[in-house]
């Protein structure tokens, strides 16, 4: 256990963080085993559908490489739990690991927002919004979030984050109470950063749903498939960023006395530990619906001899290739989606065009 400490001294309480030591020490080892060879594989596919002028590809890179620069500063915060919770390097780096941590969930939740208002478009209004779906306009969007996140981020170099317990170890992103410059930038977090993405993405995956519901050429089946994907989508979402929005609002609210912090420590950080998994949930759900990658994904972790899917599940990923790929063909969806039906070759995304 240690102290927490203000800037106005020692607080009388005391917090154990011997979830440091086990459980995040665990889940962040298997997050880098395989988020980082997962999002690089996944960055080459992005990177194949930027190459056939697919606005797609330009989220799916953004996406991908917040991941990975979130990724590159695990060994430090593991450095940081092995040692009992002490930072030992410069209070620069304790700051630029912290803004990694904090903002690469606002970055995924902005460019998954992205995707699902993309989506909508390319469904729904296939043959509107053309300048919209456009690589300059998907680029011009991806700089608008990142510029907005660094900004958020900055307001944490310009505070301390690094104190002395009475061990004279250094803690680095331990703020308990919560000061009060950190209350503004959490109702920030919460509402405009979570809650309002939040409803772009049900509301546009509801009418993806519903012109899919909608479409003759799509059978039942392959129906049940698009749910299925868009409804871990959804789940993944809420479960990977919900909890720790909820806690984070909990602790703005309520947080005033040491009882309450002690009672709170595991849950909040056990949710923000939940955040971590969106990295690897990234590449399985935006990039290897693509055949070309699923292919050799099953490659990497199969037998070399199973390689072939079946016929109905070449089908399904005609399907949903048609919806990540819809609107840049200029055709009605019904068309294209009889047309790759009726296909007795395999659809692959990377190889698709109209």
């Not at 990724?71 to 620069?92: K, T, V």
């Not at 970055?107 to 208002?117: D, E, P, Q, R, Y």
């Not at 199973?306 to 599940?313: A, F, P």
Request: charged share 15%; with cysteine.
């Amino acid at each position: 256990c240690w102290f927490i400490m203000l800037e106005e001294g020692i607080m009388n309480c005391t917090v154990s963080h011997e979830i440091h030591q086990y459980l995040f020490c665990f889940v962040y080892i298997f997050v880098l085993l395989v988020g980082v060879p997962s999002n690089l594989y996944a960055l080459y596919h992005a990177a194949l559908q930027l190459k056939q002028k697919n606005e797609l590809g330009v989220y799916l890179i953004n996406l991908t490489v917040s991941d990975l620069l979130y990724l590159a500063s695990l060994p430090l915060w593991l450095q940081y739990f092995f040692q009992d919770d002490d930072w030992r390097h410069r209070e620069w780096l304790c700051q630029l690991c912290g803004f990694l941590l904090y903002e690469n969930i606002y970055i995924s939740i902005g460019f998954l927002c992205c995707i699902s208002l993309d989506r909508y478009l390319a469904v729904v209004h296939p043959l509107r919004f053309t300048s919209l779906r456009s690589v300059s306009a998907a680029c011009l969007f991806s700089a608008i979030i990142w510029l907005k996140e660094v900004a958020v981020g900055v307001v944490f170099f310009r505070h301390k984050e690094l104190s002395k317990n009475p061990n004279n170890q250094s803690v680095c992103f331990e703020h308990y109470p919560m000061q009060p410059w950190e209350y503004p930038i959490n109702y920030y977090r919460v509402t405009i950063g979570f809650m309002f993405p939040l409803a772009i993405l049900l509301i546009s995956y509801l009418c993806v749903l519903r012109a899919v519901g909608q479409s003759a050429g799509t059978q039942p089946d392959q129906k049940t498939r698009i749910r299925q994907l868009v409804s871990s989508t959804i789940l993944i979402f809420l479960i990977c960023f919900s909890p720790y929005h909820v806690f984070l609002l909990v602790r703005t609210v309520l947080e005033r006395d040491c009882n309450f912090i002690t009672g709170i420590f595991n849950y909040y950080h056990l949710a923000l530990l939940l955040t971590s998994l969106n990295c690897v949930a990234d590449p399985a759900l935006y990039c290897f619906v693509s055949e070309s990658a699923r292919r050799g994904f099953s490659r990497a972790i199969f037998r070399p001899g199973n390689r072939v899917l079946s016929s109905m599940e070449d089908q399904i990923v005609a399907i949903v290739v048609s919806l990540h790929r819809f609107g840049s063909c200029g055709m009605p969806k019904g068309r294209l989606i009889i047309g790759l039906k009726r296909s007795n070759k395999p659809c692959d995304v990377d190889q698709h065009s109209c």
